[in-house]
């Protein structure tokens, strides 16, 4: 569904990210991990068409790209939830929700109900601020505009990042279930090893922009990927 093969990236004369490969197939969660700094969110903008790449190759649904905006790659179906939500916190939970209907045909300009199944406090906040939601709240809120797209790849950034377990699980679910659908192909960013083992179908441990380790969890260990993330944060 989407593939990186040997791409690289600057920022202005800094190399960040130094030929990473990567596949994400739909019906599978694949997992990019690292420390701090290692290229992951620099990676998921590349992705979503936030930055072009320098090198390498950039396939979506089997078509070969060459620079693509962000808002052409959410036409093309790419949804992005980027780390630290940004959301928009003087809109409220249904205008934040309504800026995906821009890439949208006119007659799918709807807030899907499955969204407020999955996450019912959006529909019973729908007219409060998007600022004045808890942090979890607007992590879902967040994932809950990625959506409206109906995605075909969905981009998730670090989502358990400063939330609460009972949201963590709550996200969770929702990641596993757009899973099993096996319509989506989901990118996921994540450092909580736990949370991305259980959901992953393939990872990639990036360190100093590069792919060091993975591939598909049939063919991984969990204690040996666990102790090689751990290394990497001990160096």
Same mark, same amino acid.
């Given at each position: ?67 693509? #905006?962000?808002? $052409?790659?959410?036409?093309? %179906?790419? !949804?992005?939830? /980027?780390? +630290?939500?940004?959301?928009? =916190?003087?809109? #409220?939970?249904? $205008?934040?929700?309504?800026? %995906?209907? !821009?890439?949208? /045909?006119? +007659?799918?300009?709807?807030? =899907? ?16 601020? +998007? ?105």
């Amino acid at each position: 569904m989407i593939e990186a093969e040997n791409v690289t990236l600057h920022y202005g004369g800094s190399q960040i990210l130094h030929g990473v490969s990567l596949t994400a197939e739909p019906g599978q969660v694949t997992c990019v991990m690292g420390n701090n700094g290692v290229g992951k969110t620099s990676l998921m903008n590349l992705l979503a068409g936030r930055h072009p790449r320098s090198d390498g190759e950039f396939r979506l649904m089997g078509e070969r790209l060459g620079r693509v #905006s962000a808002q $052409e790659m959410a036409r093309r %179906g790419v !949804g992005y939830v /980027p780390q +630290g939500r940004a959301i928009f =916190p003087m809109l #409220s939970v249904r $205008e934040n929700l309504e800026t %995906g209907f !821009g890439c949208l /045909p006119r +007659g799918s300009r709807k807030v =899907p109900d499955e969204i407020f199944d999955s996450f019912p406090v959006l529909a019973e906040m729908a007219h409060r601020r +998007g600022g004045d939601l808890s942090g979890g709240q607007q992590q879902q809120l967040a994932i809950a505009r990625a959506l409206v797209i109906r995605p075909r790849v969905l981009l998730m950034d670090e989502p358990t990042e400063g939330i609460q377990p009972n949201i963590i699980a709550q996200i969770g679910q929702v990641i596993a279930a757009l899973r099993d659908q096996g319509e989506m192909a989901i990118v996921l960013v994540e450092q909580y090893f736990d949370f991305a083992w259980d959901l992953g179908n393939r990872f990639a441990l990036m360190e100093r922009g590069a792919v060091v380790a993975g591939g598909p969890k049939a063919g991984l260990r969990r204690e040996d990927l666990h102790q090689r993330l751990s290394g990497l944060a001990a160096a």
